[in-house]
């Protein structure tokens, strides 16, 4: 079986904070897929970014970053100078060979950005 | 461009009627998927179907019917067997099972509320 946990339902910041968001996943599959899908207001949710098991390479693009650590399990995801329109619901997912197309999402995490 | 479109957006049901949620693709995915989102909560799988005229239940798939006989097209029909149905329904659209390496493409989603 596999999961994914984010044990923080809602932060709050003020806009220009970072803000890190954190998701912890289980799965005895040693090839998976990890990724992230941000929802804002309107509801569609937008892939954010992918990362397989195989590259721990730790990722930046603009003011986004990721750290993926294998030892313990986590994919952690860092907004840095955050913005108001950052404000949206944070999604993690995991997806192995075992459990074929299916996604696992975590349950999410509320960021709101206050001017 | 390529997208999913859901249809209605909102969707109004009274108690005991079925109402039919509408999914269309033109991403030539082989696979598509149907998730209910309650209210601060993740997403859980309702259906997903890989092939043509072939769909497999999710986890919460009670209360829930299906058909997939189109590459292109994936309605859900909400029964009335279904209890509590009023939430965001989102589906989703990948690349064929052995591409488990690709993330989702979303809908803009349905929001169902019975009245």
């Known amino acids: 079986a596999q999961k994914v946990t984010q044990a923080q339902t809602e932060i709050s910041v003020v806009e220009k904070e970072d803000v890190t968001l954190d998701c912890v996943y289980e799965?005895?599959?040693?090839?998976?897929?990890l990724f992230w899908y941000k929802q804002p207001p309107s509801g569609e949710l937008v892939f954010l970014i992918r990362?397989?098991?195989?590259?721990?390479q730790n990722e930046i693009s603009g003011r986004y970053s990721w750290n993926f650590q294998k030892s313990t399990s986590s994919f952690n995801f860092t907004i840095t100078a955050s913005q108001v329109v950052d404000s949206a619901v944070y999604f993690c997912?995991?997806?192995?060979?075992?459990?074929?197309?299916?996604?696992?999402f975590g349950g999410g995490t509320r960021v709101l950005v206050k001017p | 461009d390529g997208g999913i479109t859901q249809s209605p957006k909102y969707l109004f049901r009274k108690e005991g009627q079925n109402v039919t949620l509408s999914c269309e693709q033109n991403?030539?995915?082989?696979?598509m998927y149907w998730y209910r989102q309650d209210p601060g909560q993740g997403l859980r799988l309702i259906y997903y179907?890989?092939?043509?005229?072939?769909?497999q239940k999710g986890d919460i798939a009670e209360g829930y019917s299906v058909s997939r006989e189109k590459k292109e097209s994936f309605p859900l029909t909400v029964t009335s067997a279904q209890k509590n149905p009023t939430a965001f329904y989102l589906c989703?659209?990948?690349?064929?099972?052995?591409?488990?390496?690709?993330?989702?493409?979303f809908g803009s989603g349905t929001r169902l509320t019975v009245v």
């Open positions: 990362r397989n098991s195989f590259d721990e």
């Open positions: 989703a659209s990948s690349r064929k099972d052995r591409d488990y390496n690709y993330g989702y493409t």
């Open positions: 179907s890989q092939i043509v005229n072939d769909f």
């Open positions: 997912a995991l997806r192995t060979k075992a459990a074929g197309n299916k996604l696992t």
């Open positions: 991403l030539n995915h082989d696979a």
């Open positions: 799965t005895r599959d040693t090839t998976y897929y």
